[in-house]
């Protein structure tokens, strides 16, 4: 499946989740696709707590690391309420973090002027993370 055809149900499964799970309202859902070609989606925890709350798309990643998957590519949508628009959110520097588990080559979904669906190597989004001060070799045990 070509990249454009996974960004695409990527998008759609977020859609889906968040008409299902939260009919009126805000609602966000993340998605990650795996290098075996399965998603996995997720929303966050509401709790009274802001602290505990997690990026919604971290029980996704979450999921393709129990099922020992390399995560290819993800998507973090959201909407203000029912009536708004869908807008991508670029990863947070946490889930830059979680994600640089599957190297700098995973594709994530970002913010853009136009709204439109667009995906970058994570690499380009950290263009300087400070795992370059380390050989590579040395960070493949927490990549295995």
Known sequence: ????????????????????????GWGGAGVVHTANGHYFTSVSIDTANASA??????GAM???????????HCLCLVRDDENAPYKVLSPCGICQERLRYWGEDVQVAVTTNDHALQFVPLGELQPYHWTKAYPSDTLEQFTE
């Open 53 to 58: 709350v997690l990026c919604v798309e971290t």
């Open 62 to 72: 979450l999921e393709a690391h129990k099922y020992n998957e390399r995560v290819t």
């Open 1 to 24: 499946m070509r990249d454009f055809d996974v960004e695409k149900e990527m998008y759609r499964l977020a859609v889906e989740l968040i008409e299902r799970r939260y009919p009126v």
